[in-house]
């Protein structure tokens, strides 16, 4: 089973860095790493120099970063290309050593055919004056309480695709075509993931939670509610309920809502700004 990995980047080089050297250093080689360079030329330059892994490039002047067509133009360069099984895994996701093994061992077992697979995802605490070290990601294990986090070598069947998280995940050539990949009418931040989530159960693809997949998502600061992506979460909100009749990342919603940002009206069935 060949294996790819695809990673879309834009403006992120420190994390970039890292990730590279984290794909590197996996107990499994990835036999063909693809990062999507969103408009950002410092990303091809980064990709360059590091090593390991090839860049796309994938166009955008400005305004919101085309992040599903992005995926979707990696996977088609990954899938081109031969691959079997495409792993996605964010720029600023570091790659537990086993994680391409443990993707790739739970692809091969009939029973998760046609399934997406996701893997543990801990969010770092900030690093130390000397980064990560990456040979000591193991010690700093935490996964996302909101998630199955199996044992190490389990696939556990989950149902819950709103669970789903773009930032880690692994799908085979056919299914990736059965879902039809990313819808790009997305843009910006919010809701391309769960969307992608709901088109996969809408086919019939099943979700697994795969122990030892894991990846360490690098600290960076934040905002919660993410105020700053506040129109493309609306923009994006608002597509999303045209397409599934129901509203995804409500709990960003209403703490916009509770700041005083906007407002729903009922008579609209909208969300708009105040």
Same mark, same amino acid.
């Given at each position: 089973?060949?294996?790819? &990995?695809?990673? %879309?980047?834009?403006?992120?080089?420190h #994390?970039?860095? =890292?990730?590279?050297r984290s &794909?590197?250093?996996?107990?499994?080689r990835?036999?063909?790493?693809? &990062?999507?360079? %969103?408009?950002?030329?410092?990303?091809?330059?980064?990709? +360059?120099?590091?090593?390991?892994?090839? +860049?796309?490039?994938?166009?955008?002047?400005?305004?919101?970063?085309p992040l599903?067509?992005?995926?979707?133009?990696?996977?088609d360069?990954?899938l081109?290309a031969?691959?079997?099984?495409?792993?996605?895994? !964010?720029v600023?996701?570091?790659?537990?050593?086993?994680?391409?093994?443990?993707?790739? &061992?739970?692809?091969?077992?009939?029973?998760?055919?046609?399934?997406?697979?996701?893997?543990?995802?801990?969010?770092?605490?900030?690093?130390?004056?000397?980064?990560?070290?990456l040979?000591?990601?193991?010690?700093?294990?935490?996964?996302h309480?909101?998630?199955?986090?199996?044992?190490d070598?389990?696939?556990?069947?989950g149902t819950?695709?709103?669970?789903?998280?773009?930032?880690?995940?692994?799908? +085979?050539?056919?299914?990736?075509?059965?879902?039809g990949?990313?819808?790009?009418?997305?843009?910006?931040?919010?809701?391309?993931?769960?969307?992608?989530?709901?088109?996969?159960?809408?086919?019939?693809?099943?979700?697994?939670w795969?122990?030892?997949a894991?990846?360490? @998502?690098?600290? #960076?600061?934040?905002s919660?509610?993410?105020?700053?992506?506040?129109? !493309? %979460?609306?923009a994006?909100?608002?597509?999303? @309920?045209?397409r599934?009749?129901?509203?995804p990342?409500?709990?960003?919603?209403?703490?916009?809502?509770?700041?005083?940002? %906007? !407002?729903y009206?009922?008579? =609209?069935?909208?969300w708009?700004?105040?």
């Open positions: 089973m060949k294996t790819a &990995v695809v990673t %879309i980047a834009a403006r992120r080089e #994390h970039l860095r =890292q990730h590279l &794909v590197g250093q996996m107990t499994e990835v036999g063909d790493h693809v &990062v999507v360079a %969103i408009g950002d030329r410092e990303t091809t330059e980064v990709v +360059s120099e590091v090593g390991g892994a090839r +860049s796309v490039w994938c166009e955008h002047d400005d305004g919101p970063l599903a067509a992005a995926r979707n133009l990696g996977a360069a990954a081109a031969g691959a079997d099984l495409i792993v996605f895994l !964010d600023d996701c570091l790659a537990g050593p086993a994680l391409l093994r443990r993707y790739r &061992v739970a692809a091969d077992h009939p029973r998760n055919h046609s399934t997406l697979l996701c893997g543990p995802v801990t969010y770092l605490p900030p690093p130390g004056p000397g980064g990560y070290d040979d000591r990601l193991a010690e700093l294990r935490n996964p309480p909101a998630r199955p986090a199996p044992e070598g389990t696939v556990l069947t819950d695709f709103t669970l789903f998280w773009s930032l880690s995940f692994g799908v +085979s050539r056919e299914t990736w075509h059965r879902i990949g990313f819808c790009t009418e997305y843009r910006g931040y919010g809701g391309e993931d769960t969307d992608f989530a709901c088109s996969a159960a809408e086919a019939g693809i099943g979700l697994r795969v122990g030892g894991d990846a360490f @998502h690098q600290h #960076h600061p934040v919660d509610p993410p105020v700053e992506h506040l129109g !493309d %979460i609306l994006n909100a608002h597509l999303f @309920h045209r599934w009749g129901w509203w990342m409500r709990g960003w919603l209403e703490a916009f809502e509770a700041l005083g940002l %906007i !407002d009206d009922a008579a =609209q069935l909208r708009v700004p105040r």
